[in-house]
T-cell receptor
Framework: NAGVTQTPKFRVLKTGQSMTLLCAQD?????MYWYRQDPGMGLRLIHY???????AKGEVPDGYNVSRLKKQNFLLGLESAAPSQTSVYFC????????????FGPGTRLTVT | QQPVQSPQAVILREGEDAVINCSSS?????VHWYRQKHGEAPVFLMI?????EQKGHEKISASFNEKKQQSSLYLTASQLSYSGTYFC???????????FGKGTSLLVTP
């Protein structure tokens, strides 16, 4: 059981470039989430999904898009990266009946120059 | 909507006790505690539901006072392994997602 995995672990982008972060979970969880973590700001929810084919906006969705075409995968896209998107990105998943117990991936450290 | 945690940082000697508080301006139905060790992902510790029930995990326990809209995390006889950042999370409007506080950094020294 790999749990929640994230690809890539590190990435450096130039302003204006695009990229996709991949999150995969093998626990058959219904819910999946994308957070960003910045120093002194805690974890802030970007987007989340309550099932395959559904997505919803979180607290800080601007500049990001997501897709959940398969239950086990949740993709986070940055269409035109900005320095303000430099952050550590965490993906998490949880099961239907225990949504509050979220399992987090190892994180992706993204730097936008 | 983001809950407020206090203190922001705590430094303890091994064996000492600590309390971390989490409060919200909105009515709370549940509070969730997570711990994140340096360079790692956050890990779920416990959930407290409306009713003031106190929960425990190792020598870490927590209480929930829905009238005061706050929760407190108690770390008793702290161990070096308790070092990390503690986050509280509260339910959001969606019902599925959590709003996390900014975290409390805890450092336990020998």
């Amino acid at each position: 059981n790999a749990g929640v995995t994230q690809t890539p672990k590190f990435r450096v982008l130039k302003t204006g470039q695009s990229m996709t972060l991949l999150c995969a979970q093998d626990m058959n969880h219904e819910y999946m989430y994308w957070y960003r973590q910045d120093p002194g700001m805690g974890l802030r929810l970007i987007h989340y999904s309550v099932g395959e084919g559904t997505t919803a906006k979180g607290e800080v969705p601007d500049g990001y898009n997501v897709s959940r075409l398969k239950k086990q995968n949740f993709l986070l896209g940055l269409e035109s990266a900005a320095p303000s998107q430099t952050s550590v990105y965490f993906c998490a998943s949880s099961e239907l009946s225990r949504f509050y117990e979220q399992y987090f991936g190892p994180g992706t450290r993204l730097t936008v120059t | 909507q983001q809950p407020v945690q206090s203190p922001q940082a705590v430094i303890l000697r091994e064996g000492e006790d600590a309390v971390i508080n989490c409060s919200s301006s909105k009515a709370l139905y549940s509070v969730h505690w997570y711990r994140q060790k340096h360079g790692e992902a956050p890990v779920f510790l416990m959930i407290l539901l409306k009713g003031g029930e106190q929960k425990g995990h190792e020598k870490i326990s927590a209480s929930f006072n829905e009238k005061k809209q706050q929760s407190s995390l108690y770390l008793t006889a702290s161990q070096l392994s308790y070092s990390g950042t503690y986050f509280c999370g509260t339910g959001s409007n969606s019902g599925y997602a959590l709003n996390f506080g900014k975290g409390t950094s805890l450092l336990v020294t020998p």
